[in-house]
């Protein structure tokens, strides 16, 4: 696993990694985020609110990586992972439920309510504004907590997808944070996705000018290679 994400780099990256971090926060007002997915409509026939009743709901927890900042909403990997779960001939609905900018505390304020959305399986992919925003690695831990126990209750099955912290930020933040993933996946017994962002992070063919949201090419990366090898071993 490649460990080069926010790792030892010239100090003008480091800057430019920081810098970033600003753009991640001011997203939040900005444009990106998916809206979750509508109920179904008054009306709609038999056959068709059976069909929506019989499929496997995933629901994507996530920032704008998640979202899709930069990109089309159908280049995000989201609906590349439902195009093409359906494509092998599975009845799934993903629902990109990304919000520019969300830390792991903006994740717990949401958290009921995407509870109450009754998805099968819950992406939890939060965590990366904690880093950038220098957030106690404790405090994100303690909040990822709570949103995988508010998620749980609500019968979904919950998976876990991490990120790393920049390596500038110092070796007991870095070590703490990085952490906080595979012990809460071990705690929980959920399954893990150990970095959202392998084989994409720090590649300039694969990430937007800012460097850290993927292109096109970086989502489908994501989803192929780090998403869909995970989800698909729970719908077997």
Not at 223 to 233: F, S
């Amino acid at each position: 696993m490649s460990r080069s994400w926010f790792g030892p780099r010239p100090p003008a990256a480091a800057l430019q990694i920081f810098a970033a971090a600003a753009l991640l926060s001011a997203c939040a007002a900005g444009g990106g985020s998916a809206p979750d997915s509508a109920l179904p409509v008054v009306g709609q026939q038999p056959a068709a609110l059976a069909a929506i009743a019989s499929e496997t709901v995933i629901i994507v927890m996530g920032d704008s990586i998640t979202a899709g900042l930069g990109v089309q909403l159908e280049e995000a990997y989201p609906a590349l992972l439902e195009a093409r779960l359906r494509a092998e001939g599975h009845a799934v609905r993903v629902v990109n439920s990304g919000v520019s900018g969300e830390t792991t505390a903006g994740g717990l304020r949401r958290a009921d309510f995407i509870a109450r959305q009754k998805g099968d399986i819950v992406i939890v992919a939060l965590g990366g504004n904690d880093a950038l925003r220098g957030i106690d690695p404790a405090a994100a831990a303690v909040q990822l907590e709570s949103i995988i126990n508010i998620l749980a209750q609500s019968g979904a099955r919950v998976v876990l997808a991490g990120m790393y912290a920049p390596h500038n930020l110092g070796s007991a933040y870095v070590g703490s944070f990085d952490a906080m993933y595979p012990a809460l996946a071990k705690k929980y017994a959920l399954p893990l996705v150990p970095f959202l962002l392998e084989g994409v992070a720090l590649d300039p063919a694969l990430n937007q000018p800012d460097g850290i949201h993927p292109t096109p090419a970086g989502q489908r990366i994501i989803m192929e290679q780090n998403i869909y090898p995970v989800i698909i071993g729970l719908l077997k």
